[in-house]
Structures are given as C-alpha cells and as structure tokens.
C-alpha cells in the first residue's frame, strides 16, 4: 500500500499535481496535434517549423562557426531552434556541431509551446523572450475552454488585436554585436502607420501573417468547445521564404506565400485625392524618359524586409516595337544568374547591400561592417496631404534612343528570397548539397506587373499624362 501511495505521489509531481501533462509533453508540438489537427497541420508545413532544418541555415552555422572561430555560439541557433538553446540542448561551446536531426521534436524548430509559453519580453531583437517554463499555454482568446492537456489562459502579447507585435518583432529583428541591425522587420512596423494607435487602423503581424477567421480553437473529437469570431488563426506564417528540401505542406505554403505576397505591392500610378483607383505606373516621356513607379499596397514593412540583406527584388522592363521587335530592355535575368551580374547599368533593384570593412561586398552577416539599404518602404501615414504619403520608388530610365519608335512597354518585379552566389559559397566550402541550387524560385506579385500602350496612354485615369490608364 505504501508503495502504491508513493507511486502516486509522483506521478502527481510530475504532472503538476492534477492530471493535466507535464512539461516534457507539452514541449512536444506532438502532443499539440492530439487536441489542435489543424493548427499542426498548418504549423507543420511553415518556416517556423521548417526553421532548424534549413538546409542554408545549417550550412551558414557551420561556416559562421569556422570563420568566427566559434564566436558565433549559439548566435543564430536560439531563434531557428530556441527551445534546443532554453533546455542547454546547445550551447555557445557545441554549436558549431549543431545537427537538426539530433534534436528531438520538442527541440526541433520554432515549437508551439516557445510561442505559447512567453512569459516576458526583454528585449526588441535577438530573441529577448523569457519562457515561464510552465505547465499553462498562453493564448488570445479571452475566457479560454479547459482544457485536459494544459492550463490556459488569455495574455494581449499573443492576441493580434491588442498586443504590439513585440512578441513576434523579437525574434525577427536581428542586431550584429557591432550594432549593424541586418533584420529590421519590427522596427520597420513600429515606425509604420498600423502601429499608430491614432491611425484609425492597427494591424499586427498577426494580423497579416496569421489571418484569423471564425471557428474553433480546438477541434479533437469529443471536445466541446464553442466557435468564436476570429478565433482561429492560421498557422503557415506565410512571407516570401519557402522550403528548399522536400518539406510537409509545401503546396500549401506556396498558396499562402502567393496570397500574402500578390497584394502586397504593386506598379501603379500615384492616386488622385479625388477617385480610389489610381492609373498605371508605367510613364514615357519625352525625349525617351520611361519610368516605372513601385508602390506597396498598405504594406506594414519594407520591401523586402525580414532579411533584406539575402533578398532580391528587381524590376523587369521591356520596351517593344509594333512589330514585336525590342528597342530597350533592363532588368532580364536569366535563371541562375543573380541580378547584380548581368552587367546591366540600368538595374533597378531593392535589397541591402551589406559592406566588410574594407568597402568590399559582404556575402554573410558575420563580415557585414555596414549596409547601403534600398528599399521600398511601408506605409507611415493614411493622410493624402501629408509629403511621406506617397513612399514608392521610381525605376527611371533616361535618353532611351528610338524611343518614338515605342508601341508597347512590360514591366514587373520579380523577386528570389536568396542570392545565387550565397549558395554557391556555401556548396564551395562543402557547408551545403549542391542540389539546393536548382530549388530556389523566382516569384513575381500578381499586382506588381503592369503594360502601357501606345494606343491608350493619357486617357482614361492617366489623362494628360504620358502614362498607361491603367
């Protein structure tokens, strides 16, 4: 009997003294999926679970480690595998030896529980979040359902209708030990017109990255759990990076990447005060001056953002003859060719370009001294009379010759999420498969391509412009 009586005694301690699941469990995005199918399910396919198995990660660790001498640690590791950093999994001393697939679920990627777990945040980047290592999963529904698995209760850092991104913001800024600050996503959104509380609009990351719609939180057979207005939120995180190695819900994630990314920015004409619709944003004037103005359609960051450092955004133009026949071109570039080496002096890109000490090109974030950014920025204000409403950017193109002999002009943004070269230095230095090559895509926004015609430019929304009406 005394046995038996000690026996529970511990059972009872470890799982916290009542029958829900102890810590261990809980950490296990597994266990989530029992109670939460469709959260795992969308979770499972993203980048936050994707993040510790990133072939290029993986791969710029090991070389980071080499060429830092070590002092990387566990620099990168504590936001692609955080939970693996919070159990002293890894450490500053074995980091260099990182390997996702020693790790176990619980350790392996951006888990459930390090986002569900957060207990304070201490500082804006670098991931300043501090777990409560508990037994209670904090969420944004207010008057949380019991649950059988886990405490619950409602906390406004993780609610997208009230918190200030910070939660999400701290992982997603990075700052170098020099100062350099490489990823600026969250600052970005704070200096933008959806974090200001009078706006008349506040909008988080959740709110675009994690589109919330009416159903239930938990859908387990058996449950009982009441539908709430937005309450369940998507779980793909979709932005512009997507798996490079064979992954769970790679469809799915390209769906979501192609709906976030297709509205996000657009060629488009500046709109008058006095109609919603705006003309096209391809202009020619004369004596040969083709411009291309780029505008992000209420986008609450940079674009590019997140790391603007690795990114690739380009304009693509082309000028044609009735007959087909081209009379200018910029911006054509062929697959495996990074935008920057096809030797044209007319590019027009947006990225960062990260400088060493020296003034010459940064390939990786440990060699950056300095950056040159050029970027399209987000939205800072909804008042049309304000000088920082309009924010866009102007690919402009001067002294085109034979410009009269112009019939037809296409443009568009086309977009990578990483530069060849960098892949390539990570296959030459044996850190990564040379099969990833051949897995990164090029994207192009649906809104973000335009024509303008001969036949129809100044009329319609572009009267007395030299400008395609649409």
Known sequence: MKLVIAILVVLASACGGD????????????????????????WSGSMHAYAADDPVFVAMNKRGQRETQGALGAFCIKCHAPMAVVNGTITDANAADFDPTALSPAERGITCYFCHNVDKIVADHNNGLVLANDQTMRGGAK????????????????????????????????????????????????????????????????????KPSTGVIADKV????????????????????????P??????????????????IGIIGPKPRTSTRAPGGICLDPPGKLTVRVDSLNLGHSFPSGAAFDRRVWVEVTAY????????????????????DIGDPNLFGLWDRGKQADGSPAHFFW???????????????????DPAFDHS????????????????????????????????????SGDLSPAIESQLQTLAPKYAQSTWLRATKGTGLAVNTNCNPE
């Open 247 to 264: 992954f769970p819900e790679q469809a799915a994630q390209a769906a979501g990447i192609k709906q976030i990314l297709d509205p996000s």
């Open 143 to 210: 008057n949380p359902a019991t649950s059988p698995a886990h405490h619950s209760k409602y906390d406004t850092l993780i609610h997208s209708n009230t918190n200030e991104s910070e939660l999400c913001g701290s992982c997603h800024d990075i700052v170098l030990p020099n100062g350099i600050a490489v990823e600026r996503g969250f600052a970005e959104w704070k200096q933008g017109v959806f974090a200001k509380p009078d706006a008349g609009i506040h909008l988080t990351c959740g709110n675009c990255h994690m």
């Open 367 to 385: 060699e950056i001294a300095s950056i040159e950014s050029k970027l399209l920025k987000g939205s800072v204000t909804l008042d049309q009379n």
């Open 321 to 340: 003859r009735a007959d087909n026949s081209i009379v200018f071109e910029s911006g054509k570039v062929p697959d495996g060719v990074d935008p920057e």
């Open 222 to 245: 058996g449950l009982s759990v009441n539908s709430r207005v937005d309450g369940f939120h998507e779980h793909t995180f979709p932005a512009i990076d997507q798996a490079l190695i």
């Open 393 to 428: 950017v102007t690919a402009t193109f001067n002294n085109l010759v034979n410009f009269s002999e112009i019939d037809r002009i296409e443009a568009l943004v086309r977009i990578r999420a990483f530069p060849y070269e960098t892949l390539r230095l990570l296959v030459a």
């Open 19 to 42: 029958d829900i699941y102890p810590i261990e469990r809980l950490q296990d995005p597994n266990t989530c999926m029992e109670c939460h199918p469709s959260h795992f399910t969308q």
